[in-house]
């Protein structure tokens, strides 16, 4: 969840870093820190509580003179978020400079052995253990390369770490231990650059490559070497990171979170293309991996996420279930990979990740791996390790999601996941050909569609001023709508700190309904579909017991007027394909609401875009 950042080449080390870190800061913000190694081989370090700017504010005036540094934005698991407990951490003699991303299982045990061989510790973090442990196998005679390895073999759990020290002063060395978040390097002329995101290399180059579980890396300007912790070589060409990741910039829009909602037309466009053929109205699969043997044999399905991620994969399941007809269920990974999961062979387990690095998604891919089912991965990042678990893996084609509640990647992991549920219902003969054509003919119109659907946000502005101030929400829904209603719910908790509740419609009655009063609006996702007229019914007792209801309902709907006391309306398309509109007014309802209460829209408090610890 923090981010990692590193510079060695030809030019001044401090801006580069500080520019870095502002691209990595919605993985965490409770303190950010660089370290740059000085012409002089001492090491100046800068580190502030609270967000970026503050160090920032340090930094000015003051910039360190070196062309190699480290830096760090920290999500703290250990410590409170002081200067102290800022990155970098260093050892006794201030030689060893240390950013790390994860959770040192061990350290305990670590630093009472090296507080009892004399080392001074000055934090409150697992962290500080690193660069103390890597001091002592320098003063052992070991270099800084093999100091590094044999200091992360002693690490258990799971740690991204990258270390500067004037013993190899050119060098940067790093490793990646687990799934606490990816390492990237990123080749330039004469300079080489580390990451723990893609998006903070790509202003400077898009020749990259990732370090895997369990490998070491040590980059001068010349290039990269890669190892093993064990000091055994390994051999790593880099490759050029597609156009569609370029640039993330806020343009004229005053957060990236309404920037990205409002790119939701053009994201879901990239996502359908070379995935469709509409002149034999089928689903082109060339990109999903599975051969029709391998999709004849599936018995079970298992879609596993986190937060939105598994709310795409609970409607993906409905999706797979309707079309396919093969028995599907999802699943949170953080339960599953707890639990002991019936799985085999025939099991095909699509995990939705957008980050692709996601701690409990990696962990319970790691699981379904072991016993042996066919795994798919459906991630915005290519190269990510959930890409390397995956036997397949299926982009999402967002494009670079900055702003920490997910957006844009929702609706293209819903795309995704629809074409490929229709994809495993032609291959498996039971989405008819009509039924599919039906289908398509309608994803042709969602692009257009979801534009509509974004373009008034005064609707939501109105709606905002009305109920910022309410402390509960209730969102319900039924069939593809309740894990709709569940997105919704999220979204309004995590940017706008409401408390909400997201509840399949039926039921409503079975304890939820004693929370009903004015104080509790209830958004009753009722778009026109199989499950309406339930739905209508369930927001008339709503209605009865004084509750005010936002309706989230089909255009012209005329029946909704004796229930709602407002409504979104949606553009008509298949029933199938509601939860991909009714994701934009979840989000827009939740960003204005937020925005009135003066919240830190891209940067809600506690949270990170990438969860890397458990
Ligand atoms: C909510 C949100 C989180 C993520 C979750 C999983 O807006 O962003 O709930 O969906 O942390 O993240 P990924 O998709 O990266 O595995």
């Known amino acids: 969840m923090c981010g990692i950042v590193g510079y060695t080449g030809n030019k001044q080390a401090s801006p580069i870093l500080l520019d870095g870190l502002s691209r990595l800061e919605h993985r965490g913000y409770d303190s950010a820190g660089i370290a740059v190694l000085k012409p002089d081989d001492s090491i100046d370090i800068f580190k502030a509580e609270g967000k970026l700017h503050t160090l920032k504010k340090k930094v000015d005036g003051n910039e360190p003179i070196g062309q190699i540094g480290v830096g760090h934005t920290r999500w703290a698991t250990h410590g409170t ?193 070379g995935r469709i053929s509409f002149d034999t109205n089928t689903v082109d699969g060339a990109d999903f991996g599975l051969t029709d043997v391998q999709i004849a044999k599936i018995n079970r399905v298992v879609l596993l996420g986190m937060g939105t991620s598994l709310h795409a994969a609970m409607v993906g399941r409905l999706w797979i279930e309707s079309f396919a007809r093969i028995p599907a269920e999802s699943d949170n990974s953080s339960e599953f990979r707890y639990r002991d999961p019936v799985i ?68 293209c992991s819903l795309i995704t996941l629809f074409l490929f549920a229709m994809h495993l219902g032609q291959k498996r003969g039971t989405l008819e050909r009509e039924k599919a054509a039906t289908l398509l003919k309608e994803v042709a119109l969602l692009p257009e569609l979801l534009g509509k659907t974004v373009v008034d946000t005064t609707q939501y502005e109105k709606l905002a001023e009305q109920f910022f101030q309410y402390s509960d929400f209730l969102y319900l829904g039924r069939g593809v709508n309740f894990p709709l209603a569940m997105e919704g719910a999220l979204k309004l908790k995590e940017i706008s700190y409401i408390h909400a509740e997201g509840y399949p419609g039926g039921e409503m009655k079975h304890g939820p309904i004693s929370l009903i009063d004015e104080n509790m609006p209830i958004v009753a996702l009722m778009p026109v579909g199989p499950r309406y007229e339930k739905m209508l019914s369930t927001a008339s007792e709503v209605k009865a017991r004084g509750g005010t209801i936002i309706a989230v309902a089909t255009e012209n709907d005329n029946s909704i007027a004796t229930v709602a006391d407002h409504t979104i309306q949606l553009p008509s398309t298949a029933h199938e394909l509601n939860p991909i509109l009714s994701a934009i007014p979840m989000q827009l309802l939740a960003y204005y609401i937020a925005i009135r209460r003066g919240c830190d829209i891209d940067q809600p408090r506690n949270l990170a875009k990438s969860v890397t610890v458990e």
């Open 81 to 273: 978020p002081t200067d102290k407990n800022a990155h970098p951490h260093t050892d006794c003699s201030g030689n060893v400079a240390v950013v790390h991303n994860g959770i040192v299982e061990n350290y305990l045990e670590l630093r009472a052995s090296l507080e009892n061989e004399g080392h001074k510790f000055l934090s409150h973090t697992d962290s500080e253990c690193i660069p103390h442990l890597i001091e002592k196998y320098l003063v052992e005679g070991y270099a800084l390369t093999e100091a590094v390895g044999k200091t992360a073999q002693l690490l258990r759990g799971a740690n991204a770490v990258s270390v500067i020290s004037h013993q190899q002063a050119d060098d940067i060395v790093a490793f990646r231990l687990g799934n606490a978040g990816g390492i990237v390097l990123g080749y330039g002329e004469q300079e080489m650059f580390l990451s723990s995101d893609l998006p903070a290399l790509l202003p400077y180059t898009r020749k990259i490559a990732y370090l895997s579980d369990g490998e070491m890396v040590s980059i001068t300007p010349a290039g990269a070497n890669y190892y093993l912790t064990d000091g055994t070589s390994v051999s790593k060409a880099p490759s050029i990171a597609p156009p569609d990741t370029v640039t993330a910039a806020k343009g004229d829009y005053s957060h990236f979170m309404l920037k990205e909602i409002h790119e939701q037309p053009e994201a879901v466009i990239s996502a359908m293309r």
């Open 344 to 411: 085999d062979q025939n099991t095909l387990v699509i995990s939705i990740t957008q980050s692709g690095e996601t701690a409990d998604t990696l962990s319970a891919m790691e699981l379904a791996a072991e016993k042996g089912a066919y795994q798919v991965a459906i991630t915005n990042y290519d190269g990510t390790q959930a890409t390397r678990i995956a036997d397949s893996t299926l982009l999402m084609k967002a494009g670079i999601e900055i702003g920490v509640a997910a957006t844009k990647t929702f609706t």
